[in-house]
């Protein structure tokens, strides 16, 4: 039974940093691109970053770009998600996913992704 379990989300003022984990189990992370995606109350659910299977290619959302860096732990079968320069903006629930299908690349669209997290709140405010 492939098993995403997300953590590290928090309280951070403007400007900080935090640092997600989802911890995969029931797979390896060789065998699935894994995403990261947000949801903030009243929105859509949006694609953040994501690493394709071979951790290689990456695809960073505009709104992330240079902010947010994805990074995978394979010894610990790990994917993290470094996050600087936070606004209120990034201010949402955050979810990792796997897609078990799609060979090296990774989509910013959660369609692909069958299996997801439960999430984990990132507040960003002073």
């Known amino acids: 039974q492939l098993q995403l379990v997300e953590s590290g989300g928090g309280l951070v003022q403007p400007g900080g940093s935090l640092r997600l984990s989802c911890a995969v189990s029931?797979?390896?992370?060789?065998?699935?691109?894994i995403g990261w995606f947000r949801q903030a109350p009243g929105k859509g659910r949006e694609g953040v970053q994501c690493?394709?299977?071979?951790?290689?290619?990456?695809n960073p959302a505009d709104s992330v770009r240079g902010r947010f860096t994805i990074s995978r732990d394979t010894a610990k079968n790990t994917v993290h998600l470094q996050m600087n320069s936070l606004t209120s903006e990034d201010t949402a629930v955050y979810y990792c996913?796997?897609?078990?299908?799609?060979?090296?690349?990774?989509?910013?669209?959660?369609?692909?992704?069958?299996?997801w997290g439960q999430g984990t709140q990132v507040t960003v405010s002073s």
């Open positions: 690493i394709g299977r071979s951790g290689e290619f990456t």
């Open positions: 996913a796997a897609d078990t299908m799609t060979d090296y690349y990774c989509s910013g669209s959660g369609t692909p992704y069958d299996y």
């Open positions: 029931g797979i390896t992370l060789d065998s699935a691109a």
